[in-house]
């Protein structure tokens, strides 16, 4: 790496070394790579360590960059895409998704929950857990609720839990006509459970995305699926996928 001086810029040093490192991302460094130590940073660009660090802050803030506990800073994956409208909705599980189920088993939902679904208080139901990934980073993780009037031919073999249950529970919602689906995006703070899955303190800002799925004239699941804030974009209709932040600015 050569060495590349900033403080003849008229913008802000932080400012301008926050364009500089963007650059640098993209030309000298890959997906999941861990940067130099500060240290060598400052030296590269002639900055004092507080300015650099502001401009790791940002370039952290707008998604390039991650901090991972006994890591390091890594260069952030692309972008990933919340759709908050979907042209076709779909059953969870079906062919082409990019989620990866994880465990199943019986829970009482949360009161909100079970409002949507119109379970009474206390009810337990199957709740299928998953999870996406981003260049092997967990992205988001997803609370399936799904009652068992939904999926009555579930077979006793997947009542006792574990990623077979789950597989099972989202081939019987499949086989079930999907009437339509509804969705909610808010921003939230990670629960506990969550923010462990995602490698976030709990209460780091997320965003939450509620789907209500309706079959024979009822509520036949809910989702709710937290997404890491840093690691995501809303999108509406087909404009789904990855997308880095500087092609955002570029568009």
């Known amino acids: 790496m050569g060495t590349t001086r900033v403080d003849t810029a008229a913008e802000p040093k932080y400012w301008h070394l926050k364009t500089v490192l963007s650059e640098a991302l993209e030309t000298e460094f890959t997906v999941g790579e861990v940067l130099p130590n500060e240290r060598e940073l ?7 360590r507080a300015t650099l660090r502001q401009a ?22 692309p972008r990933v895409g919340v759709s908050v409208m979907e042209e076709r909705p779909a059953w969870p599980g079906a062919d082409g998704e990019a989620w990866q189920t994880v465990d199943c088993a019986d829970s009482t939902p949360l009161p909100a929950v079970a409002r949507l679904l119109g379970t009474a208080a206390g009810e337990r139901v199957h709740t299928v857990r998953r999870t996406r990934l981003s260049y092997g980073v967990a992205v988001a993780a997803e609370s399936l609720y799904v009652p068992a009037a939904s999926v009555p031919g579930l077979s006793s073999i997947a009542a006792s839990g574990g990623p077979a249950r789950a ?25 506990a ?7 976030r303190l709990p209460g780091a800002p997320v965003l939450v995305v509620t789907s209500r799925y309706r079959s024979a004239d009822r509520t036949a699941a809910v989702a709710v699926a937290t997404y890491r804030a840093d690691t995501c974009r809303l999108t509406f209709g087909e404009s789904g996928g990855l997308v880095h932040q500087q092609d955002l600015a570029a568009s």
């Open 42 to 48: 400052a030296a590269r660009f002639n900055v004092a």
């Open 56 to 77: 790791l802050e940002q370039l952290e803030l707008e998604g390039r960059l991650q901090r991972r506990r006994g890591v390091g800073t890594t260069v952030a994956p």
């Open 167 to 191: 597989r099972a529970v989202l081939r019987e919602l499949n086989r079930l006509e999907l009437q339509g689906q509804e969705r909610s995006v808010e921003l939230g703070s990670a629960r």
């Open 193 to 199: 459970d969550d923010a462990r899955q995602l490698d």
